[in-house]
C-alpha cells in the first residue's frame, strides 16, 4: 500500500509544494473596480479578486518603491530610502523571500521590476551583473529592455523606444495608437509568458515575480486603453486643497519635472482631469497584462496548484491634498490593492476590511506553502483572513519616511514627525485627513506614539 501511494504522489505530484505567481503593479492605487471604483476598467485583476481575498485596508510601509519592496521582500521594517535594498546586500543577516523558497525546494524567478532596479542590478544603467540588488535571491533575474536599451531606460520609457534623458523634454502623458509591445511592459510582459511556459516543464515548485511598470510616470499607454476614459465621468476629487499646518506634504517634485504644456493640474481642473483619465488608461493597460499572465497560467494547467498575489507596491495621489505623486505619509501614498487567491480563502470573491501591511505576505506565504516561518520575520500571517474575512478587526499598520513614522488602526491614522511633532486623523469623519485633532484628544494620541516606538 505504501509502496503504491509512493508511486501515486511521484505520477501524479500529489501533495507537491503549490507554486507562487507575485504579481507586483508600479504606483497602483486601491482604485480598481473590485475596490469600489465603478469607472475603472480592469477585468482581470477583478477577476482575481472573484477568486480570492480582497483587502481593501492594505498597507505598505513606505510610499516610495525601494523601501517598500525593501519590506515586503525582507518581511521586516526597514531603512526609508529606495537604496535600501542595496544597502542590504552588503551586509545581509536573514534571507529574503525569495531566497528562503529558494533554500526550501523552489525555482526562483523575477522578470519586469520586482526589487527597486527593473532586473535587480546596479550600475549606469541597471545592468551591471556585479552589481546585485538581492544576492542569493533569484535563479534568474530578469529584464528585457526591448528598444528602450536599458533597465534604466525601460523605466521612464514612452512609446517605442523613447527613454528619459531630461524629464521637461518627455511628456507627462502619452496614448500612442499601437499594440502592447509599443510600452515597456510589453516584452517583459513576454518574458513572462517564456518563464511560465520553462516552468512549466520543471519538476520543481516555482516562485515567480513579475513586476509591471504602469501606472508609473510617465503615464502612456496603448491608446485603445484610453479610449474608455475619454468621455467617462470621474468622481470629484476628495479633499484637494494643500493641508495647513505642519504635515509630510510634498511638492509634487517628479511629476512636476515633466512636460507639461505649462499647466499645473492644481490650478487647472480640465488639465487635472486629462491626467487622471491617462492615469486610468495605464492601470486598463497593466490590467491586461495581469490577464496575459493568467491566460498563460491557465492553458499551462498550473492554475489549480499555483497561489496567486498581486500586489501594489504603494500609492499615488491623484490631487488629494493637492499632491500628484507618492512620499507623503497620507492615506493616499500608502493604502494599495491587496489580493490573495490560495485553495485556503474560503468564500472567495468576499473582501475584508482588517488593517493589514505588507510585511504580512512573508509570513503568509510560508503558512500557504506549509514551510516553517522565520523567527525573524515582524509581519502575522493572514491566514485567519483568508479562512474568516472578519478576522483580526483591531489590526495596525505602521509606515515610515525619512522624516516621520505613521500608525494606522481601523478608525485612526496618527503621524508623528523626528522633531515630536503629531498629527491625528479620524477616519469615522468626513474630515479624514484634513483635520489635525492631536490637541483635542491628546490621550489617544499619545497612545498611538507610544506604539511607534
Not at 373 to 399: Q, V, Y
Not at 430 to 449: F, M, S, V, Y
Request: charged share 20%; net charge positive; with cysteine.
Amino acid at each position: 500500500m505504501r509502496l503504491l501511494l509512493t508511486l501515486f504522489v511521484l505520477t501524479t505530484g500529489a501533495f507537491a509544494k503549490p507554486n507562487i505567481l507575485f504579481i507586483c503593479v508600479d504606483d497602483l492605487r486601491p482604485e480598481l473596480k473590485c475596490f469600489g471604483a465603478d469607472y475603472i476598467h480592469s477585468p482581470n485583476i477583478d477577476a482575481l479578486a472573484a477568486r480570492g481575498r480582497a483587502f481593501t485596508r492594505h498597507y505598505v510601509q513606505a510610499p516610495t518603491c525601494g523601501a517598500s519592496r525593501y519590506a515586503l521582500l525582507t518581511g521586516t521594517y526597514g531603512p526609508a530610502g529606495n537604496g535600501a535594498l542595496f544597502a542590504r546586500s552588503k551586509n545581509i543577516k536573514h534571507p529574503s523571500l525569495p531566497a528562503y523558497f529558494r533554500e526550501n525546494g523552489y525555482t526562483t524567478v523575477s522578470v519586469g521590476k520586482v526589487s527597486h532596479h527593473p532586473g535587480g542590478r546596479g550600475g549606469k544603467d541597471w545592468n551591471d551583473n556585479s552589481q546585485p540588488e538581492m544576492p542569493n535571491s533569484w535563479d534568474r533575474h530578469l529584464l528585457p529592455a526591448g528598444k528602450w536599451q536599458h533597465p534604466r531606460g525601460w523605466m521612464h520609457g514612452l512609446a517605442n523606444g523613447e527613454i528619459r534623458k531630461n524629464a521637461k523634454d518627455m511628456d507627462i502623458f502619452q496614448a500612442f495608437d499601437g499594440d502592447d509591445n509599443s510600452y515597456p511592459d510589453g516584452p517583459a510582459i513576454e518574458e513572462t509568458l517564456k518563464q511560465l511556459d520553462e516552468l512549466a516543464v520543471d519538476k520543481k515548485p516555482f516562485f515567480l515575480a513579475t513586476g509591471i511598470l504602469r501606472p508609473h510616470l510617465p503615464f502612456g499607454a496603448p491608446a485603445k486603453y484610453l479610449a474608455p476614459y475619454k468621455n467617462a465621468k470621474l468622481p470629484p476629487v476628495p479633499h484637494p486643497e494643500k493641508p495647513k499646518g505642519k504635515t509630510t506634504w510634498h511638492g509634487s517634485g517628479e511629476f512636476m519635472k515633466y512636460n507639461r504644456w505649462g499647466r499645473n493640474p492644481n490650478t487647472d481642473p480640465a488639465f487635472a482631469l486629462e491626467v487622471r483619465r491617462h492615469y486610468a488608461a495605464c492601470v486598463t493597460y497593466a490590467d491586461a497584462q495581469v490577464g496575459r499572465i493568467i491566460a498563460r497560467l491557465n492553458k499551462l494547467g498550473l492554475a489549480e496548484n499555483t497561489l496567486i498575489v498581486l500586489w501594489g507596491d504603494h500609492g499615488w495621489h491623484l490631487g488629494e491634498h493637492a499632491i500628484w505623486g507618492k512620499h507623503a505619509l497620507f492615506e493616499e501614498s500608502l493604502r494599495s490593492p491587496l489580493i490573495v487567491v490560495a485553495p485556503q480563502v474560503k468564500q472567495p470573491g468576499t473582501s475584508t476590511k482588517s488593517v493589514v501591511e505588507s510585511i504580512d505576505l512573508f509570513p503568509t506565504l510560508c503558512d500557504l506553502t506549509d514551510l516553517k516561518k522565520p523567527d525573524f520575520l515582524n509581519g502575522s500571517s493572514l491566514l485567519p483572513l483568508l479562512k474568516d474575512a472578519k478576522a483580526n478587526p483591531n489590526g495596525k499598520a505602521i509606515s515610515y519616511s525619512g522624516r516621520a513614522r505613521t500608525i494606522r488602526t481601523a478608525t485612526h491614522r496618527l503621524i508623528k514627525h523626528s522633531n515630536g511633532h503629531l498629527e491625528l486623523y479620524d477616519h469615522t469623519t468626513p474630515a479624514g485627513e484634513t483635520k489635525n485633532l492631536a490637541k483635542e484628544n491628546p490621550a489617544l494620541a499619545k497612545e498611538l506614539a507610544h506604539k511607534l516606538q
